[in-house]
Structures are given as C-alpha cells and as structure tokens.
C-alpha cells in the first residue's frame, strides 16, 4: 500500500487526498474500495500528514468532518469566516462541543478576526502607556474588549491584569 500512498500524494490539497481529485482511473478504483480505505489511510499517514477523503464512506463522523474542513480550509482555521463561509462545518462542529477547542484538538491553528492575540494586546499596552500608566481606554475600544477578555480568563479585573504587566490604570471604576 506504501507505492499507492506514494501515487496518491500528488494530489493531495492541505494533506487531504479527495477520491473526486484522483485522475487515475485504476488509482480511484482502489481508493474507493472500502476494504482497502484503511490501509491506504495508514500507509498515507506513514508517509507524512496526509489523508484521504472519500464521501459517502464514512469511518467516523468526527474524523470525516475533520477531513473536509482540512481540504476546504487548511490547516490554519480562522473561526470567524468558519462560521460565516462554511455555516454547515460551524454547526457540525458545535455538535461536538466548542469548536475552536475540537478544531485544537485535531492539530488546526484556530484564529479569529475580531480577537486580538496576547501578544497583540502586550503591543498595544505598551504603546498607549505614558510613563507606564494608562489613563482611559473607552468602553467601546478593541482594546478594552481584548483587556477584558483576557482579564476575564485570568479571573481578574483589567486593572489587576494590567498591573501583572507593570502597568498602572487610572480610569474605570475602583482598580478597573
């Protein structure tokens, strides 16, 4: 099965094989042979990151839609178009709990458009700090929204967050 594997990799798109995309008509023959789907998954994993899609033949719901979106997408996802572009992969995902979570667990680098990284956010502190202390941020800033998020995660208020960084707020109410 390792020579298959080795003619099917070329037509491979984001390390996903679609039966649909094999021209080889003895190849396409094999692949779609369901007694032979799993030693073909096996000698393409063995290989490299590859796997191979076929519709209508599923083995496990989970992997097969983890194998679309992996053709369709890649491997870096970013969760806000998923749920935009491709609604029926969103929902799906959803059926088997958080989807940026699942999407993590199955290896795809999840980003959003809206969510500033922790980095971003460090950036951004640090430019707006005047002598290490900021003076107001507004409600309705990206950043404050990115400050409460992460403050949020840490169990903390935006004060206690920014203090952690070595910075000193002065707006909002009592420390944040």
Same mark, same amino acid.
């Given at each position: 099965?390792?020579?298959?594997?080795?003619r099917?990799v070329?037509?491979?798109?984001?390390?996903?094989?679609?039966?649909?995309?094999?021209?080889?008509?003895?190849?396409?023959?094999?692949?779609?042979?369901?007694?032979l789907?799993?030693?073909v998954?096996?000698? @393409?994993?063995?290989?490299?990151?590859?796997? *191979?899609?076929v519709?209508?033949?599923? /083995?496990?719901?989970?992997?097969? +839609?983890? $194998?679309?979106?992996?053709?369709?997408?890649?491997?870096?996802?970013?969760?806000?178009?998923?749920?935009?572009?491709?609604y029926?992969?969103?929902?799906?995902?959803?059926?088997?709990?958080?989807?940026?979570?699942?999407?993590?667990?199955?290896?795809?680098?999840?980003?959003?458009d809206?969510? @500033?990284?922790?980095?971003?956010?460090?950036? *951004?502190v640090?430019?707006?700090?005047? /002598?290490g202390?900021?003076?107001? +941020?507004? $409600?309705?800033?990206?950043?404050y929204r990115?400050?409460?998020?992460?403050?949020?995660?840490?169990?903390?208020?935006?004060?206690?967050?920014?203090?952690?960084?070595?910075?000193?707020?002065?707006?909002?109410?009592?420390?944040?």
């Open positions: 099965m390792k020579h298959t594997a080795e099917l070329p037509y491979a798109i984001n390390g996903i094989v679609h039966v649909s995309d094999v021209t080889d008509p003895a190849l396409r023959r094999l692949v779609r042979n369901s007694r789907q799993p030693l998954r096996k000698a @393409l994993a063995a290989i490299g990151d590859y796997d *191979l899609l519709p209508y033949s599923v /083995d496990d719901a989970g992997l097969q +839609l983890k $194998r679309y979106i992996q053709y369709e997408l890649g491997r870096e996802i970013n969760l806000t178009s998923l749920r935009k572009e491709h029926r992969y969103y929902v799906r995902l959803k059926e088997h709990g958080s989807p940026a979570d699942k999407l993590r667990e199955w290896g795809f680098n999840v980003t959003y809206t969510r @500033l990284s922790e980095g971003e956010v460090r950036r *951004l640090k430019e707006k700090a005047q /002598d202390v900021i003076k107001s +941020l507004g $409600r309705n800033s990206k950043l990115a400050l409460a998020y992460n403050a949020a995660k840490d169990n903390t208020s935006i004060g206690g967050y920014l203090k952690k960084m070595g910075i000193f707020y002065e707006g909002g109410r009592d420390d944040a």
